[in-house]
């Protein structure tokens, strides 16, 4: 395999890959179906991730498109320094080498994080689940396609069709060398990812994220946003679980009760801390653990605070550094909260959906980081690289 690609080898590649996958729509839809019908599980969410149709066909084209439009992020100067002895010292962007992602349902992954670590120069090794194994397949076959057309080593993508103690005895000792990986799913899939992996890991995809309607907040705005948040793509990790409301919001309890209605029509169920159960249709619960909760489901738990700090510390402490809002048309508050809440993305006044690779305009995501290391928050082409060092001299020595 070839371990330096150029910028133009790779692009054509990717525009390959694009037409192929425009080319073969209807075979994939076909391969989807199939896996869609042998799903016996009862998941919403991850049904809602299995699923592919025309809509997200196309998002995966642009994904690509975007893509080739994009700046080459290998070989891009971070530092530049001329030590006193003459000593020309630069710093550049470098690839890892090789990257696995592993991931359950989306077969859009497949195309997605593929075409990112390979523009990015890595090599990726993706292990699906065995709920997408059609889809999955049927796109990796045009992945290798794509690749020999234009000359160039199938080996840059690589499907591992492995079981879970096949991939448990992989990751305790590779065949092959892994410089990082990427676990995309649940609380489960992470931990096992982390517990048996041999090299770095950055965790993906626990969202968890709270709503803040601080007492000067536009109720109408709260309304649309929690809405949103919650209710619009409930398997997303940028989902809404959590509001905290403000004990001193004026007309409190009309907005309450305007909330839970707009939720019900959803058929959201409701839970609720002690101040919030004298409300119908708020249930309540026995465990406080609910507030770590992430839900990817139609469940929702409100709370009340006294106070913007009292809020914080509860998103520091339950939330899943992920995303997190604050509603309000105080804008020193909104910055107070946005600079002490540790998540990867803070916002004022608008909803958690935005945070995306694509919306953040990186043109598509490996994964949401929700690490500190190496990378936080929407991880795209220009954040999947390392960096290294090249120094020219002429003979200094130290």
Known sequence: MNTILTAQQKNDVLVSMAQLIAQERVQILASNKTDVENYSGNDIAMYDRL??????????ILSLEQLVTDTEPIGKELYNFTHNNGMKIVNKTAPFGTVMIIYES?????????????????????????ESINSNL??????????????????WVEYLNYNRTETQA???????????????????????????????????GRGNNFVYVEKEADIDLALKIINNGKTAKISACNAVDKVLISSNLPNKEKFINQLIDKLLESNVEIFGDVELLKYENVSSFTDDAIWYEE????????????????AIAKINKYGGGHSAVIITKN?????????????????????????DGGQFGLGGELAISTDKLHHRGPMGLHHLVTNKWYVKGNGQIR
């Open 106 to 130: 989306r077969p859009d992954v497949t195309v997605e994080a593929a075409g990112i670590a390979f523009k990015s120069g890595n090599k990726i090794l993706l292990k699906g689940g065995k």
């Open 170 to 204: 992989f990751l305790e000792n590779p065949t092959q060398r892994i410089d990082l990986i990427v676990p995309r799913g649940g609380e489960k899939l992470i931990a096992f990812v982390k517990k048996n992996a041999k090299c770095p890991v950055i965790v993906s």
């Open 51 to 60: 699923k592919v149709d025309d809509t997200k066909i196309d998002g995966m």
């Open 295 to 310: 839900f990817l489901d139609y469940k929702i738990v409100l709370g009340s605070v006294d106070s913007t700090e009292e």
């Open 331 to 355: 804008n020193a508050i909104a910055d107070s909260f946005m600079e002490n809440v540790d998540s990867a993305a803070v916002y004022q006044n608008a909803s958690t959906r935005f945070t």
């Open 138 to 155: 049927k796109i990796v076959e045009l992945w290798h396609k794509a690749l020999a057309k234009n000359n160039i080593s199938t080996e």
